[in-house]
């Protein structure tokens, strides 16, 4: 076995450090064989496996091992015929990075899962693979999870110092005012939340190099790599996504006009649907359809998947009112249906809840309806029907 894994291994653990513990480390049923951890670039994949391995083993421990398949050493060398080395050698759990790097990488996982019963392996992929539908031979072998961003809570615990948990839906809708009271006392939400919507999702923020140019990257290396390469798009066509995704960006949040976006970035207007799909899997758009509807049909909106991506496309005019809705879309994305309403600024959660988005310091123009849920910013407090809006961020 590689000598230079286990001290590259060694190395990546000892100095791993992790400043929030992840809410899906607790989710994750790690007595599975076969796990897959999708997310987007830049939510912290590789840091979660490294967490994974420094939490449950000694970091010269050789039973566990992380690789990543950026290594050239597997351009030569197979996942299963690597790990049946490490099986051979009392090895336990294999953690392996952009699993999708490696062609043939289904067939070999699932090799490894017939020939190698007392392994465990988790891999990490990209938002764009649809683990199930795309490779039947995993079917029902796998288990998969998506890691997502940083919520408001996951962040204001880090910036704050608190221990905040994550509630459901329903706690909030019916408990807001007593959760509120738990929270207050310890910390102003208002303080932390601009900041969380200019940058707070991507974990990356903690690092010492520009936070916007480090983004911009990231956007691009998802087109790149993540659209092109998992979906076997040609480099030609690499120009048209990445004009569409402009054109979506600087329209806001909107019905996309599907005949002018096909004209402009001269292809058909079922190409422009697919693309649109490749750019919501990449989590680059959020795609919002009214109630009962879905792909391949016209949006009803498209919307930027979080808020600190509106600061990046240059020159987005930053609205209030946009920012609060890509937060509150995107803050429900995780275990909620989220639909366009019947007018602007209403949506429609899980088929059955109205929501409203609403500035607090605008009540005159807002008529109170009982069967509405107000979610409200700029404000701190609820009551009733009106909830504070960043209470959302601690669905997770």
């Known amino acids: 076995m590689e000598e230079a894994f286990?001290?590259?291994?060694?190395?990546?653990?000892?100095?791993?450090?992790?400043?929030?513990?992840?809410?899906?480390?607790?989710?994750?049923?790690?007595?599975d064989r076969m796990i897959g951890i999708k997310g987007t670039r830049g939510v912290g994949k590789t840091t979660f496996l490294l967490q994974y391995a420094k939490e449950r083993f000694n970091k010269d421990d050789r039973q566990c091992l992380y690789v990543n398949m950026n290594n050239f050493y597997f351009q030569a060398r197979g996942i299963a015929d690597f790990a049946e080395d490490f099986v051979n050698n009392g090895g336990k759990v294999l953690l392996i990075d952009q699993v999708f790097k490696q062609p043939n990488w289904s067939s070999e996982l699932r090799k490894c899962y017939d020939l190698f019963p007392e392994l465990k392996i988790v891999f990490t992929g990209s938002s764009v693979m649809r683990l199930k539908e795309e490779n039947p031979e995993l079917n029902g072998i796998v288990k998969s999870y998506n890691l997502r961003g940083f919520s408001f809570r996951e962040y204001l615990n880090l910036m704050s110092g608190n221990s905040f948990r994550p509630y459901t839906l329903d706690e909030i809708l019916h408990d807001h005012e007593h959760i509120i009271k738990e929270i207050l006392p310890k910390v102003s939400p208002m303080k932390f939340f601009l900041d969380y919507i200019h940058h707070g999702f991507y974990p990356f923020f903690l690092e010492h190099r520009s936070f916007s140019e480090n983004l911009l990257k990231t956007m691009n290396m998802m087109m790149e790599v993540d659209i092109l390469l998992i979906k076997q798009i040609e480099l030609k066509y690499l120009t048209k996504i990445k004009k569409l995704f402009y054109l979506l960006s600087v329209e806001g949040p909107k019905a996309p006009n599907i005949s002018n976006l096909a004209d402009e970035i001269q292809t058909s207007r079922a190409t422009v649907m697919n693309y649109i799909k490749y750019l919501a899997d990449a989590r680059l758009i959020n795609i919002i359809y009214p109630v009962g509807q879905d792909f391949p049909k016209k949006p009803s909106k498209v919307m930027?998947?979080?808020?600190?991506?509106?600061?990046?496309?240059?020159?987005?005019?930053?609205?209030?009112?946009?920012?609060?809705?890509?937060?509150?879309?995107?803050?429900?994305?995780?275990?909620?249906?989220?639909n366009q309403g019947n007018k602007e600024h209403f949506y429609v959660v899980d088929g059955d809840k109205k929501f409203r988005i609403c500035d607090a310091q605008k009540e005159h123009k807002v008529r109170y309806n009982t069967d509405t849920v107000y979610a409200r910013y700029n404000t701190e407090v609820g009551k009733d029907n009106k909830i504070p809006l960043w209470l959302l961020g601690f669905l997770y």
Not at 6 to 28: C, G, K, Q
Not at 314 to 321: D, L, T
């Open 6 to 31: 286990f001290r590259t291994h060694s190395y990546l653990v000892e100095h791993t450090n992790a400043p929030v513990r992840r809410t899906l480390m607790d989710e994750v049923d790690w007595n």
């Open 304 to 338: 930027l998947h979080n808020a600190s991506l509106m600061y990046a496309i240059y020159p987005i005019q930053i609205n209030e009112q946009e920012l609060m809705e890509t937060f509150f879309v995107n803050s429900l994305w995780k275990d909620h249906i989220v």
